[in-house]
C-alpha cells in the first residue's frame, strides 16, 4: 500500500477517534430565567387488559435561578389525547401547570400541582437525571443514590448511568446516555431506558424508556414513555 495512502488513513482514524471521544465535560444542567423548551411526550401502558395511549405536549419555563444553581420551572401540559382500546376518548385533559424546583445535582426537591396525588414524587425521583460528580465522556459511569423521604413518600432510589456515545441530535451535541433506577424495599418500582441530554447545558433533548410498578392513581402499573423535543 502507497506509504501516504497509509499515513493519510491512519491520520483519519485517530481524526475520527478523537472527534468521537472529545473532552470530558462536567455535566449538569445550565439555565437561565425565562428559558423555554417544549416537548411532546408519549405513555403507552396496560390498564385493565386495554391498551392506553397518552400524548399530549409540555412546555417546560425556567422561573428561577438561585446562586448555587439550583433552579425551579413550570411544567404546563397541553393539547392531552387519550386513546383506549383504539378509540380516542372525548375531552381528554385541562391544561394543568406544575411547578418543579430542582436541586444542583438533578434532584428535584418540591413539587407543586394542582392535581397531586401523592405519587408525584415517586416518578419523579425514579426518573430524576442525577449529575455525576466528576467530568464525564464516552464510556464513563456513574451512580447515585436518593435517600428514602418518609414526608415526600419516597424509598430510597439508586440510579446507574452510563455515557454510550456523543451524537448530534437536532443540532445539539449530545451524549447518549443509559441509565436505570430502583427502588428499595417493597415496592420495587424501577425504571430504565435512554437520554439524549445537550453537552453543554445538560437540556433533554430526547428520552424514551420504561417504567415497572410505577404508582398510577394509586395503583402499581408498567409503561412505555418517550419524550423529544421540538424545535
Not at 159 to 171: F, N, P, Q, S
Request: no cysteine; net charge negative; aromatic share 6%.
Amino acid at each position: 500500500m502507497n506509504k501516504t495512502l497509509v499515513t493519510a488513513t491512519a491520520a483519519f482514524i485517530v481524526a475520527a477517534l478523537a472527534s468521537s471521544a472529545g473532552q470530558a465535560v462536567a455535566l449538569k444542567r445550565v439555565v437561565k430565567v425565562g428559558e423555554k423548551a417544549s416537548y411532546q411526550m408519549v405513555i403507552d401502558l396496560d390498564f385493565q387488559g386495554q391498551a392506553v395511549n397518552v400524548k399530549f405536549d409540555t412546555v417546560h419555563t425556567v422561573t428561577k435561578v438561585n446562586e448555587d444553581g439550583s433552579y425551579a420551572e413550570t411544567e404546563e401540559s397541553t393539547a392531552q389525547v387519550v386513546t383506549v382500546g383504539g378509540q380516542e376518548m372525548p375531552g381528554g385533559a385541562p391544561n394543568e401547570t406544575a411547578t418543579m424546583t430542582y436541586a444542583t445535582d438533578g434532584t428535584i426537591t418540591m413539587i407543586e400541582s394542582p392535581s397531586a396525588t401523592g405519587d408525584e414524587y415517586r416518578l419523579a425521583t425514579l426518573s430524576s437525571m442525577i449529575w455525576p460528580k466528576a467530568a464525564v465522556d464516552v464510556k464513563s459511569k456513574w451512580e447515585a443514590t436518593i435517600k428514602a423521604d418518609e414526608k415526600k413518600g419516597t424509598p430510597e432510589v439508586s440510579h446507574k448511568y452510563e455515557v454510550l456515545a456523543r451524537e448530534d441530535l437536532m443540532g445539539f451535541m449530545v451524549f447518549k446516555i443509559s441509565y436505570s433506577s430502583q427502588e428499595s424495599g417493597e415496592s420495587s418500582a424501577a425504571s430504565a431506558g435512554t437520554a439524549w441530554v445537550d453537552v453543554k447545558t445538560g437540556l433533554t433533548v430526547k428520552i424514551t424508556g420504561a417504567m415497572q410498578h410505577v404508582p398510577i392513581m394509586g395503583m402499581p402499573m408498567d409503561l412505555k414513555f418517550a419524550m423529544a423535543l421540538r424545535k
